[in-house]
């Protein structure tokens, strides 16, 4: 497939345009630094260390696994106090709950150089909020989120993602939802197979989780996440689940930083069920990476221009991805 063409995201029914040929254009566009990064294992600035005072006044505690806070400066409060119009310029009030989840006491741990067992205690816990923050009657969605690096827009070093539990079933997981539904049985279960099929996608696997590149990858390096058995929401997952999810994550990160030989940005997320009570029975959990680096550390993707007003495009296909990926992912 090395001639331009476009090819269909069943996830979301869009379109996006393949364009090997353009791997080879010259680039003098913006360059970014790549210094070393060096952390200590404690930061006696960093607002997410044991201990440590935080920017709006309140203590971090001398926590020794992972540690969940309410956002000092969350993007959405719990009452209900905006705007409400209607016609064609409509509002509405949202309500939301924004958390911070520090991953590891460790100042100078990722993902990717975490221990697996580690990882493990962070699956915990994104399971465990996902049934917290799910069984408030007013919530209907949860999105357990982590933006890695400052190119990616992360305000702070320190090992953490984020959780926001909403009112309402955000734009993008709710694209995905109704192209699941409208499926009738399950998407991701009968391309998963299919995948595994081909084998030429695939990043990494073990006996419950899968890695690849998908064939509809927009982002140079894309991931998507997926457990071999049909589950809905990360709580559903047993021990063993959890277990593999930890060991394809530490996998997938590391893979990634060895590409470059940097501490990879990208920005992943996990859809789940919604938390309205209702079954979703078509529904798989799943979770999306999108790292933006191109063709090297210094060079990045940036959605602009035809992306921004036609549709997505990339260069270097999903397979040649994969293959990269593959080779570096390994145990």
């Known amino acids: 497939m090395d001639a331009p063409h476009r090819r269909f995201n069943q996830l979301t029914g869009e379109w996006l345009l393949v364009s090997p040929h353009r791997t ?3 680039w003098q566009g913006q360059v970014e630094d790549t210094a070393p990064v060096s952390r200590p294992a404690y930061d006696p600035e960093c607002y997410l260390c044991p201990g440590n005072k935080r920017a709006a006044g309140a203590t971090t505690p001398a926590y020794d696994s992972t540690y969940v806070f309410d956002n ?3 993007a959405l409060l719990p009452t209900a106090s905006g705007p409400s119009s209607g016609g064609l310029l409509r509002a509405e009030p949202e309500r939301g709950i924004c958390r911070v989840m520090c991953f590891d006491p460790r100042h100078d741990l990722t993902l990717a150089g975490m221990q697996v067992s580690a990882i493990r205690r962070v699956v915990d816990a994104w399971a465990a909020q996902t049934t917290e923050l799910g069984d408030i009657p007013w919530v209907r969605h949860v999105q357990i989120f982590e933006n890695r690096g400052a190119m990616m827009g992360a305000s702070n070093p320190h090992p953490h993602g984020q959780i926001w539990a909403t009112e309402h079933v955000p734009g993008e997981p709710a694209k995905e939802i109704a192209r699941q539904q409208a499926y009738g049985e399950c998407l991701l279960c009968d391309y998963l197979a299919v995948e595994l099929d081909a084998g030429e996608r695939v990043v990494c696997d ?26 809905g929401a990360l709580p559903d997952l047993d021990d063993a689940a959890r277990d593999g999810l930890a060991d394809i994550l530490q996998r997938l990160t590391s893979g990634y930083d060895r590409m470059f030989g940097v501490e990879f940005p990208y920005s992943m997320g996990f859809h789940q069920r919604p938390t309205d009570g209702e079954p979703y029975p078509e529904l798989h959990l799943h979770a999306h990476f999108y790292p933006p680096l ?20 990339r260069d270097i296909t999903p397979e040649s991805a994969a293959e990269r990926l593959r080779a570096l992912s390994r145990r």
């Open 294 to 313: 191109l063709r090297s550390a210094t060079i990045r993707k940036f959605m602009v221009g035809f992306e921004l007003l036609g549709q997505a495009q």
């Open 24 to 26: 080879a254009r010259p």
């Open 72 to 74: 000092d400066f969350a």
């Open 206 to 231: 073990n006996d419950e989780f899968v890695a690849l590149v998908p064939f509809w990858a927009a982002w140079p390096y894309e991931t998507l996440v997926l457990p071999r058995r049909h589950r």
